[in-house]
């Protein structure tokens, strides 16, 4: 079977950034690979530099088995005062042509991207067969008033057409299937993220503070663990790991400094994908205070104990029982939830093998991959 995965961008771990959507075609096309089939990735050019990049020219490569081919593309577009630099790179008419080549399946990534447009319509066009996995939970970026415009009427045009459009829409997570109530997919199968356990199966280290790690934008809530510190630093002295980059970074260090917790808070920035493990390795806690995915998923991995706001995309992620779930958005009841976890090594120890037992069970690329290919079945079938 011939795989095409569509990704707005894509890296291998050591050329830069593999977060979210990225990691997650990654690490699928390497465990496709591995059960031999011939896996593509078409992708916009390959790192974020400036406002309105324009990749010169198409270049490939193949590596780890997985041919990647970058096309040129128009990105980092930004209205100042309206919305931030968005990462929706606008491929350039070389990627429409190149699409149509033969593949038995395409596979798109996500459904906000114009590249999932553009490849929903070469597929329609070609007839062939589409998968569409939903990577958001279309909150990302809704402060600004802009966006959240832009994102109504998307709704009932592009997105639409890139949801309605696929022969199999796979959902990750139960909040997924929220998102998909406002469109008419064909046909739903309901498949969890997938993570490299072997990762973190050698990887060992202490616990030495409490950590925060994922994009600073406000769907993830950073400024909410910012704010839980002082309430933390009453009871027990530790110190605070902000782990990740993003629009919030500048203002969060502002906050750190308001609040005079600016001497127990580390901002590590941007953390390459190598080093996660023993960032995780070494926290006693890994905190996602707003909608997470793959991080609470590596600090399952990695048998951490989790404290996570209660919201379905993260509870589906890792399991009901696995972490200590508080309600979005109460910082009392963070910092407490924290607290708990911190002074009660044995109901953090109970958090973290449970964790670890539901991610092995459901959510392993062994288990995943299978699955996965039996919607690209199903989708060569009923196409």
Known sequence: MRIVHVSPYFNFPSEGSVGGVLLYVYELSKALV?????????TSGNVLKSNCVRVAEKSFERKEGIEVHRFPSIDNLSLRFFFPKLENPIPFLSFLSSLSKEHDVIHV???????????????????????LSIHSTGEALEEFYAVHLFRKVLDRTAFSFSVNSADIVIAPTKQALTVLKKFRPKRIMQIPLGIDLERFDNVRGSSNYILFLGRLEQTKRPEDFIKAIPLILEKVDIEFVVAGSGIQYTHLQNLARELEISKHVKFLGWVPYEKVPAIIANASVVVAPGNAGYSIMEAAAARKPIVSANLDWNVSAIGRESALFIERGNIKSLAEAILKVLTNQKFAETLADRARKYIEKNASWDVITNRIVKAYEEALKHH
Do not use: D, L
Not at 34 to 42: A, L, N, R, T
Not at 109 to 131: D, L, N, Q, W
């Open 109 to 131: 990534h996500g459904h906000e991207y114009v590249t999932s447009f553009i490849a929903s319509v070469m597929a329609k066009k070609c007839r062939t067969p589409i998968v």
């Open 34 to 42: 591995k059960e031999g089939y011939e896996v593509s990735v078409y």
